[in-house]
């Protein structure tokens, strides 16, 4: 049960954090004086230290028998107990690294709730074993499409592709099944958030397995993948898709600056790639082909965010997409 979960830093009353800030207070009183110089009025050797900031989380490592990999798994869990129906839940790709920055806003949003504010939601983050942000070699295999030709996928890292179904599989047989035996959820609520090839790969679910999840939502999705494999895939998904079958949600997001038209003129060979890696890949417009064949979509572009800070605004609107 949840008690095998490692609490890391988290789920702190109110009372615990005025008594922490009190002797906080104190103590950096006391260190301050000690160190004082009365001749100088200045601070002696003054030192800076790590400080561990604390980010509500319960921790478990996973090992799954369908990838081989262990994975690092993050969980917000409410301090109030859960609706009737069970919380939403919203799964993170990149959990080392979406993970923090969604727990720091999802926490100040339910201590300062509102009307049509973000309701009381469970967030599960996926990551992987060590303090690493980003395990690039298990992403690219566990993130990328099972297409037949991975020999001009347009990646030149050289690491191993192609493992999507695998991870895909992993989280609806091994990962879902203790989520829903741990913790009160809400099946029909259900989200899945991804940047990047975490957004390829929120798309490849979308395209073939679009029940796994009620929401999908996309931050900066690495479209150019394999000569727009995943586009492919959508393609056949929409050719076989019944009429009288409902759309899941999608929200697909892109930050201004990653625009062929905006990037920065430089002759180096990663910037080269990347103007490669653009050409012809529009959201807008897949968003635009979605919507008109009635599914909900949100498309967001986000002015003077490049790649990297796409994730972090996503990563708001997604709290509110999926915990509203």
Same mark, same amino acid.
């Given at each position: 049960?949840?008690?095998?979960?490692? @609490?890391?830093?988290?789920?702190m009353?109110?009372?615990?954090?005025?008594?922490?800030?009190?002797?906080?207070?104190?103590?950096?009183?006391?260190?301050?004086?000690?160190?004082?110089?009365?001749?100088?009025?200045?601070?002696?050797?003054?030192?800076?230290?790590?400080q561990?900031?604390?980010?509500?989380?319960? +921790?478990?490592? *996973?090992?799954?028998?369908? =990838? #081989?990999?262990t994975?690092?798994?993050?969980?917000?869990?409410p301090?109030? %107990? %859960?609706? %009737?129906?069970?919380?939403?839940?919203?799964?993170?790709?990149?959990?080392?690294?979406?993970?923090?920055?969604?727990?720091? /806003?999802?926490?100040?949003?339910?201590?300062?709730?509102?009307?049509?504010?973000?309701?009381?939601?469970?967030?599960?983050?996926? #990551?992987?074993? #060590?303090?690493?942000?980003?395990?690039? &070699?298990? +992403? =690219?295999?566990?993130? =990328?499409?099972?297409?037949?030709?991975?020999?001009?996928?347009?990646?030149?890292?050289?690491?191993?592709?192609?493992?999507?179904?695998?991870?895909?599989?992993? *989280?609806? $047989?091994?990962?879902?099944?203790?989520?829903?035996?741990?913790?009160?959820?809400?099946?029909?609520? /259900?989200t899945?958030?991804?940047?990047?090839?975490?957004?390829?790969?929120?798309l490849?679910?979308?395209f073939t397995?679009?029940?796994?999840?009620? =929401?999908? *939502?996309?931050?900066?999705?690495?479209?150019?993948?394999? +000569?727009?494999?995943?586009?492919?895939?959508?393609?056949?998904?929409? !050719?076989?898709?019944?009429s009288?079958?409902?759309?899941?949600?999608?929200?697909?997001?892109?930050?201004?600056?990653?625009? %062929?038209? $905006? @990037?920065? &003129?430089?002759?180096s !060979?990663?910037?080269?790639?990347?103007?490669?890696?653009?050409?012809?890949?529009?959201?807008?417009?897949?968003?635009?082909?979605?919507?008109?064949l009635?599914?909900?979509?949100?498309?967001?572009?986000?002015? !003077?965010?490049?790649?990297?800070?796409?994730?972090?605004?996503?990563?708001?609107? &997604?709290?509110?997409?999926?915990f509203?």
């Open positions: 049960m949840a008690n095998s979960y490692e @609490r890391s830093a988290s789920h009353h109110i009372s615990n954090l005025i008594r922490t800030t009190f002797l906080t207070i104190v103590l950096a009183s006391t260190s301050l004086t000690q160190g004082f110089s009365s001749d100088t009025g200045l601070v002696e050797d003054p030192t800076w230290r790590d561990p900031l604390s980010i509500r989380a319960q +921790r478990i490592e *996973i090992p799954s028998k369908i =990838t #081989g990999r994975y690092q798994i993050f969980v917000f869990v301090s109030s %107990p %859960p609706p %009737p129906e069970g919380y939403p839940v919203l799964y993170m790709l990149d959990g080392n690294a979406s993970y923090p920055l969604a727990a720091s /806003q999802l926490e100040i949003a339910l201590h300062t709730p509102r009307p049509g504010g973000l309701k009381q939601a469970l967030m599960v983050g996926i #990551g992987y074993q #060590g303090d690493v942000v980003f395990d690039m &070699a298990a +992403r =690219t295999e566990d993130y =990328t499409p099972p297409a037949k030709d991975l020999s001009n996928t347009g990646d030149p890292s050289g690491r191993k592709q192609g493992g999507a179904d695998r991870f895909l599989d992993f *989280i609806e $047989n091994e990962l879902k099944p203790r989520i829903e035996n741990d913790f009160a959820i809400n099946k029909e609520r /259900q899945l958030f991804g940047h990047s090839y975490g957004g390829l790969f929120t490849h679910t979308l397995r679009p029940d796994a999840f009620q =929401t999908y *939502i996309a931050a900066s999705p690495s479209v150019w993948w394999n +000569r727009q494999y995943v586009l492919k895939e959508k393609d056949l998904w929409l !050719e076989n898709h019944s009288d079958e409902p759309f899941p949600k999608l929200a697909l997001g892109i930050g201004t600056l990653e625009f %062929p038209e $905006n @990037r920065i &003129a430089s002759s !060979e990663r910037a080269k790639i990347l103007a490669e890696r653009a050409k012809g890949v529009s959201l807008k417009e897949l968003s635009e082909e979605l919507r008109s009635g599914m909900p979509v949100d498309y967001y572009e986000f002015a !003077e965010n490049d790649h990297g800070t796409a994730r972090v605004s996503m990563i708001t609107h &997604a709290l509110r997409i999926a509203q």
